[in-house]
């Protein structure tokens, strides 16, 4: 494992913090500016702002430059999520398009694909959601009923989708479909690309516990999808619905190294103001969620350098799913055994921290949230049998 950075890459981290320092507005990093947006509000600045950064150079940092990247290394691009986490600069409003479908079209897409998709996804011009969950199809993905019948040159797809991420702002949706009813489960399918905007597509969005509309279900009556926007072959969406998900388990996790290690800080100074840092336990408990955090950014560090030299994760990133969204959700039970049972919803906000005060709802919605990332991109018990299975090479649970 190599801990140092080489000099052009120390080089792009200046670059990238004076940007940052030049045109990330200040206002935004403020205690509670986010929470008080309305969702289309906050939407629209993080599409633009995302934009901007890509015009600027900061986007697709290890996509090679004929698809409008910086053609940089897979260190540099983890270095900018680290960055941007460090600036409090705001999410991606893209993710599931640039992390996941982006890096599968460039392995195994058409050359109509690559120029169709990339640039204009690296722009925001296009927003991806990801249409791989239904009802009866979660965690058993081979079971996906949505069908394509084919039609001449286009399929015709029936069928619905559900929990589907960014549903309300999407354009554009990569889903798994079964187009040959005949074949056995896992080879009927095909990945298609289908236009939201098209005729016979109903977005309902989900409204969840905390007000919001993250996701929501997809409905297709009919909706035409042509051929030619099948990614990874027809017939072969199993394949590339694996390879997809191998991104997005994840091949670094810096970044998110980077926002939980800020979260924990800030826990800690709640804890101090409300006195609870005496308590053995949760000192005990702290201290915990320390360690585990420096075995993710070494596993980070760890992924990273298989990654340089060349190393083709597949199915060893179910190892840095599994050790980010554990790491993460159990940072927060910490929170909630800090602020423990006297600290109520409505606790004014800011009261807390020596830096001026600490968004006291934010990390009660980052908790909230924490209790998902265990389920979405897989399960933790699926990653868990992928990892024993096709990582370790245990016998087959299911055999046994
Ligand atoms: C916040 C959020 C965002 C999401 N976004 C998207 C999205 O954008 N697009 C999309 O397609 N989907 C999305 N999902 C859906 C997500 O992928 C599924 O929820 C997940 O795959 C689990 O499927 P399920 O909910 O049907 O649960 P099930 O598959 O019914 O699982 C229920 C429980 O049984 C366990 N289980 C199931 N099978 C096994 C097994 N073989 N061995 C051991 N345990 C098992 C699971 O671990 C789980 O605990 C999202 C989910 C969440 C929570």
Redesign the pocket.
Known sequence: MDLTYPPEVADFRRELRAWLAAELPAAWAAPGFWTTLGEDESFDLRRGWERRKALAGFGGIDWPTEYGGRGGSPTMAALADAELARARAPRSVNP?GLTFLAPTVMAVGTPEQKTGILAPMLRNDVIW?????EPE????LGSVRTRGERDGDDFLVHGQ?V????ARHADRMFALVRTDPAASRHRGLSLLLIDLRSPGVEVRPIRQLSGIS??GEVFFTDVRVPAADCVGGLGNGWATAMLLLSFERGASAMGQYTDFRRAYDQIVEVARALGRDRDPSVRQSLARRLVELECLRYHALHVLTEVERGRDLGFASSVTKLQWSQAYQGLFDTFDEVLGADVGLDHPLGEFGESGGLDLTALRRESFWTR?VT????????QR?IVAERVLGLPNSRLA
């Open positions: 599931l959601c990801q249409g791989f969950s199809s979660g965690s058993d989708k929990w589907t991420t960014s993250e996701f998902s389920i979405w991109g897989g399960s933790s018990q699926i049998s």
